[in-house]
C-alpha cells in the first residue's frame, strides 16, 4: 500500500485567498485524522472521520476552517480566508478500528 | 493547558547506550499510549503502544513502561543506534470514550533524540 498521501506538500498563498489540503487514506481503514503542527502548540487534533461521518471536530479552531470526507478514499480540509496564523504544517492521519494511526508526509502551509 | 508533558525538548545519547525518553500526562482518563518517531519532513510513524492494564510493552529494541500511580511513561531504547536520532512524541487517548475505537490522540510537543557517534 502507498500508505496516506497528502497533496500538495508544499502550499504558499496570501492571507485571504481559500487554501485547500487533499487527503486519501489507506484503503480499508475506517478513521480518518487531521492534526496541525506549529512550533507553539505542538501537534493537536482539528477534526476525526469515522466511516465518513465527522466524530469529533473540537479541535477546529475557527469558522474559517472546514472539512470533508465525501467517500472513504478522499478528504478535504479547507481554510477561507486564510490568516498568517494558519501557516503550519497539517498532517492527515488514517487507521483501522482500534489500532495506530498512520500519518502521511503532511503539507507545509505558509500564509503571507 | 498541556495534557501529555515532554519536558526534555532534547536528549544527547552516545550510540550504543540506552536511551530513556519520558512522558507524563495528568488526564487520568487516558487509556491508551502511544510513542511516535519522526523524522524531518516526514509524518509521524508509530513505534510502540501501550494499554493502561499493562505496566511493560516490549518489541526489540524498544520498550514502554507505564507508571500509572505517577502517570508517568518512558521508552528504553536499546542498544541506542544512529538511525534513532529523531524527535519522539508522546501520544495519548482514551478509547474507552470512542467505545474501544480509534480516537484522536493527545500529543506531547516532543523530545529531539541525538545519537552520538
Known amino acids: 500500500d502507498a500508505g496516506v498521501i497528502q497533496s500538495p506538500r508544499h502550499e504558499v498563498t496570501e492571507m485571504g485567498q481559500e487554501v485547500t489540503l487533499r487527503c486519501k487514506p489507506i484503503?480499508?481503514?475506517?478513521?480518518l485524522f487531521w492534526y496541525r503542527q506549529t512550533m507553539m502548540r505542538g501537534l493537536e487534533l482539528l477534526i476525526y472521520?469515522?466511516?465518513?461521518?465527522?466524530?469529533?471536530d473540537s479541535g477546529m479552531p475557527e469558522d474559517r476552517f472546514s472539512a470533508k470526507m465525501p467517500n472513504a478514499s478522499f478528504s478535504t480540509l479547507k481554510i477561507q480566508p486564510s490568516e498568517p496564523r494558519d501557516s503550519a504544517v497539517y498532517f492527515c492521519?488514517?487507521?483501522?478500528?482500534?489500532?495506530?494511526?498512520?500519518f502521511g508526509p503532511g503539507t507545509r502551509l505558509t500564509v503571507l | 493547558d498541556q495534557q501529555v508533558k515532554q519536558n526534555s525538548p532534547s536528549l544527547s545519547v552516545q550510540e550504543g547506550r540506552i536511551s530513556i525518553l519520558n512522558c507524563d500526562y495528568t488526564?487520568?482518563?487516558?487509556?491508551?499510549f502511544l510513542w511516535y518517531k519522526k523524522y524531518p519532513a516526514e509524518g509521524p510513524t508509530f513505534l510502540i503502544s501501550?494499554?493502561?492494564?499493562?505496566d511493560k510493552n516490549e518489541d526489540g529494541r524498544f520498550t514502554v513502561f507505564l507508571n500509572k500511580s505517577a502517570k508517568h511513561l518512558s521508552l528504553h531504547i536499546v542498544p541506542s543506534q544512529p538511525g534513532d536520532s529523531a524527535v519522539y512524541f508522546c501520544?495519548?487517548?482514551?478509547?474507552?470514550?470512542?467505545?474501544?475505537?480509534?480516537?484522536?490522540?493527545?500529543f506531547g510537543k516532543g523530545t529531539h533524540l541525538i545519537i552520538q557517534p
Open positions: 472521520f469515522n466511516n465518513n461521518v465527522p466524530i469529533d
Open positions: 492521519a488514517s487507521s483501522p478500528r482500534g489500532r495506530e494511526q498512520f
Open positions: 501520544a495519548a487517548s482514551n478509547r474507552m470514550y470512542s467505545g474501544g475505537g480509534a480516537d484522536g490522540l493527545t
Open positions: 488526564n487520568s482518563m487516558f487509556d491508551y
Open positions: 484503503s480499508g481503514h475506517d478513521y
Open positions: 501501550i494499554s493502561s492494564i499493562k
